[in-house]
């Protein structure tokens, strides 16, 4: 076994002892210092590892004949927006520790160390960084290039989908991992909030403006780390069901009779059972898939015997990011709306569509961020 295979494995073990034991255990200790001694047998100079699609790249060698310890160590970067990570000549034993804690626990963010530069994935494509999400504002520019980039990536992603194919979540979470990051600079929300160009490119944009509402307003409650995450990703994955729905229905410029609104009302079904069958994706993503349509009195569908059961707080905060969206997006058979009165709307409908806490929350972390921003 190479160095660097053996490297990826002791750092893979001690990161799951992180997950089992105490940190000031002495397994934790003995897995660190060994990840450390095979790192010192790597370290000339620098070591860079970098996240390309679904491979880990060691000193531009990729580890592919190690995709058992990779896997989880990707998922870790992606979730923390981690692109590329160097190791420099000085680090030391407890450096490493803290790093392998850190990266071990869900709900922190990557902290700054002195040896150990750690790549925050961003709008201009994830360079190396401190370990803290402190990049230069992002040009205006920029912005429009950043986000048909995602919902292109979307688009490929969605395309790939077949009930018989799984797929493939890579991309989603880069997509998502990127946006937590640029919310996270203060971005400003309607800027990274697409228009709707065409009537065919409805669904791939409306996912990546609601994953972004859902995110910016998770965040607005004190939301952090890997929950911040999940929702995004179970936000853009929540009208997945509707790639199940004849294109005819999803197409039509009319009204639907009774007949194509009942198929459609079969999307959130549809999606949260394709989703359910996904290894390693957030749990959350068939619930918020199922229950985005159901409403915080119980109303709406699927309909269930427990018609006064609120739904799981992450389909409530999509299900007003979906709202918003839709309203304020043109569609073939009614005008768009303004946000102040999409904003009415949904504080007229708080307490039995949307839950009036979120509502409120809503209203007031978009007025303030949208108010500083002019």
Not at 317 to 326: L, Q
Request: charge should be neutral.
């Amino acid at each position: 076994m190479s160095t660097a295979k053996q490297f990826l494995t002791a750092l893979t073990i001690a990161i799951s002892n992180c997950s089992l034991y105490a940190k000031e255990h002495e397994l934790i200790e003995e897995a660190a210092k060994k990840a450390f001694s095979i790192l010192q047998e790597l370290l000339e100079d620098q070591i860079e590892m970098m996240v390309i699609d679904d491979d880990l790249i060691i000193n531009k060698t990729p580890m592919r004949e190690s995709r058992l310890h990779t896997a989880n160590l990707l998922k870790r970067f992606k979730q923390k927006g981690i692109s590329r990570i160097e190791f420099l000549q000085g680090i030391t034993v407890a450096e490493l520790k803290q790093f392998i804690i850190n990266l071990s626990q869900p709900d922190t963010e990557i902290q700054t160390y002195s040896h150990i530069k750690a790549g925050i994935v961003g709008l201009e494509g994830g360079g190396s960084g401190s370990g803290s999400r402190t990049a230069a504002a992002i040009p205006l520019e920029g912005v429009s290039d950043f986000r048909e980039e995602q919902i292109e990536k979307l688009k490929v992603a969605f395309h790939s989908i077949s009930p018989f194919k799984q797929l493939t979540m890579t991309d989603l979470e880069e997509i998502v991992a990127r946006f937590v990051a640029t919310i996270s600079k203060e971005m400003s929300i309607l800027k990274l909030l697409s228009p709707v160009k065409s009537y065919s490119n409805y669904t791939y944009v409306h996912s990546i403006n609601v994953a972004v509402l859902s995110i910016f307003q998770a965040e607005s409650l004190g939301i952090r780390g890997k929950l911040l995450h999940d929702i995004g990703l179970a936000a853009l994955l929540h009208d997945v069901g509707k790639l199940f729905i004849s294109k005819d229905i999803l197409d039509k410029k009319g009204s639907l009779d009774d007949k194509e609104f009942a198929e459609i009302t079969k999307h959130p079904s549809f999606g949260a059972a394709y989703l359910a069958k996904i290894e390693n994706i957030t749990r959350i993503a068939p619930i918020v898939a199922f229950e985005h349509h159901r409403k915080f009195n119980g109303a709406g569908y699927p309909k269930l015997r427990l018609q006064d059961k609120h739904p799981h707080i992450a389909s409530q905060i999509v299900s007003i990011s979906d709202f918003f969206d839709a309203l304020r997006s043109w569609r073939p058979y009614r005008k768009s709306l303004e946000t102040k009165e999409v904003l009415v709307l949904m504080k007229k409908n708080a307490g039995t569509d949307y839950n009036p806490f979120l509502v409120d929350n809503f209203t007031r972390a978009f007025l303030t961020a949208t108010t500083k921003d002019n």
